[in-house]
């Protein structure tokens, strides 16, 4: 499953979607769950050089990338990169241009004005990552751990600077964001403060389940409006996340839902019963119905989850409903703070 973090723009319509499509987020992927990060993890792992001490040698997929000194200027290929980067503490020289002209989110905001930062300079992606634009800025390290695009950028963006990735085709998918934040920490030289950031993220995450312990237990079923279909996202074959971090847990009808049989029909409504509901439209008027046209729904207004006031709707006008389906070192702990006062609300039936 993929997890790599994406924003709202242009291209946010497919990532919305491929977000949605992939599962309910909230997973152990770029944005990973609490716990997820174990001694038995399957992911990259960094070895070799302590913190600080250089060169760092990275075998990739691709091949071997060797930074020999302490990166200073730092590229990034894709929004996640850029995340690791502004948690770390970095202000990227280029970034790609992931919002497009809408607002920037306010968790990756709050990390540039921490860094003084003021705006990133990006380049346009819309037709894939601009080589000649990050040349031009001359970097001493090209971050690539949150991007599918790498088998084919990989060969352009060597020969510019050493190509921080992952060391098999299939990470792009699979890796915690907590591996991908310790690869990228090792050739910055920053590994203890990898370590910093993920002891407080998960603490982050497990503060707000001890300080909402009406969370657990509770069963759960989260869903997404599609242009196609009602989605049922919290199916059996999706990683527990955030929300089962937090305390919920999946209905027992999730077990007859997978990642490709997933689709609630309109007379089959009563499929989303749980405890708590959760909605979201990442497509707005342009899903399969509008918010007002479910909650109208005869069908929809008679399950006992609407009636108690148990459902509530993720935004996706504040990009939550997409960062909540890739959370990484950056909007993790923003996730829990927007996340947790929603599911309150839906858990008391307000």
Known sequence: MNRLARTTGRRGTVRALLAAAVGLA???GCGGSA???????SGDKPTGAAAGVFPVTQKTAWGTTKVTKKPVRVATVSDGDTSI????GIV????????????????KQRGIDKLGAGKLKTYDDADGTDYEAIMAEEPDVILGMNTWSMATDYAKLSPIAPVVTYTDKAHADSLTWQERLRTAAEALGLKEKAEEIITANEKAVTDAAAAHPQFKGKTYTYAVVHPEQITFMSH???DPGVLEQLGLRKTEKAKAY????????????????????????PFGDNGLLSAAELEGNKLFRSLDVVKRKNFAVIPAKNSLSVTMAYPDALSLPWVVEKLTPILAGAVAGR
């Open 258 to 281: 997978t990642a490709k049989k997933n689709s609630v029909s309109l007379e089959n409504l009563d499929e989303l019963e749980a405890e708590v509901l959760l909605l979201t439209y």
């Open 35 to 41: 716990d997820s990060d174990d001694s038995g993890s």
């Open 92 to 107: 990227p020289v280029i970034t790609p241009d992931t919002e497009d002209g809408n607002p920037v989110p306010e968790y």
């Open 236 to 238: 059996s074959e999706q």
């Open 26 to 28: 909230l997973v152990t």
């Open 85 to 88: 980067a502004l948690a770390l």
